[in-house]
């Protein structure tokens, strides 16, 4: 009980906001499981490094043009600092996937082998990347694809509430045509549906929640739980709302328990928290498989 008030008092936002990137990622995953893209997920989380990497380059310096334009100094700036990073991470995984929702149905490349071509460039592209950087970025970097959790600060709380509201507003709104070209494209167009538009739509939301919450927590820890608890959720059950309650449960209670284990036995928390998800989907498909 005394690590965990420890634990609380030192990391509240690490663990308020484990949750909020766990259930982001459980809740996208979903929709990525369902639509058989799996692979997407992680060349996302690949992109979204690649554009972190990139943005320590300093080549083109939109935090410079930002400044100018508010009139207020860089240096010291906590929001400029940061903004670049953001910036291309999310840029990278939007040009992703606009390339990658033009693929469907072609005839020539499967998406899975389109997907496995971008993934293997992007790590290629990434280690260049951060090769040019400097020292200290490099430092960086590293702690992102680590991925450790406890450093989760408030800002970055914030950030993750707002992409999580984002997100679960875009799919309560537009709910109807998004679970169409997800769990039924081919009734899509029978009912008025745009398949190739609303299914760019749906990629650019993942690409979008994916990348910025690569951000905070890691490429293996969004990866992940972007897998885990969706297919914890299959094996459940077989209702999709069902699934959904589930996968984000399941994304929302395992993050800070695995913070604990983490803290307590002096493990990198990111880990740590992939590791507990997969002892949790190994128990329950021992079950499912012991009960038939």
């Given at each position: 009980m005394e690590t965990l008030h420890?634990?609380?008092?030192?990391?509240?936002?690490?663990?308020?906001?484990?949750?909020l990137a766990g259930v982001i990622c459980s809740f996208l995953g979903i929709f990525i499981v369902s639509q058989r893209v799996v692979f997407l997920g992680a060349v996302l989380t690949q992109v979204a490094i690649a554009g972190v990497a990139f943005s320590f380059l300093h080549i083109i310096h939109i935090e410079t043009f930002i400044a100018n334009i508010l009139g207020v100094p860089v240096q010291g700036n906590d929001f400029l600092h940061n903004f670049e990073p953001i910036f291309y991470s999310?840029?990278?995984?939007?040009?992703?996937?606009?390339?990658?929702?033009?693929?469907?149905h072609q005839k020539y490349l499967t998406q899975d082998g389109i997907l496995g071509i971008i993934f293997v460039v992007t790590i290629a592209v990434r280690i260049m990347f951060i090769q040019k950087s400097p020292i200290a970025d490099i430092a960086e970097v590293e702690s992102i694809l680590k991925g450790d959790i406890l450093f989760i600060s408030q800002k970055e709380f914030i950030i993750l509430a707002l992409i999580l509201i984002f997100t679960l507003s875009v799919f309560t709104i537009f709910r109807k045509q998004l679970q169409f070209v997800t769990f039924d494209a081919e009734s899509a167009s029978a009912h008025g549906i745009n398949s190739k538009v609303w299914l760019l739509i749906f990629y650019i939301i993942v690409g979008t929640g994916i990348s910025l919450t690569t951000r905070f927590v890691g490429d293996v820890f969004a990866f992940a739980y972007l897998i885990i608890p969706s297919s914890i959720g299959i094996l459940l059950s077989k209702k999709v709302k069902n699934?959904?309650?589930?996968?984000?449960?399941?994304?929302?209670?395992v993050p800070p328990i695995s913070i604990y284990f983490a803290f307590k036995f002096d493990f990198s928390s990111g880990p740590t928290a992939v590791v507990t998800a997969f002892i949790l989907f190994l128990i329950v498909f021992l079950i499912k498989k012991w009960r038939g």
């Open positions: 420890q634990l609380v008092g030192l990391f509240p936002y690490a663990i308020l906001g484990s949750i999310l840029l990278f995984a939007i040009l992703t996937v606009i390339v990658f929702s033009q693929t469907h699934v959904f309650l589930i996968a984000v449960l399941v994304g929302a209670i």
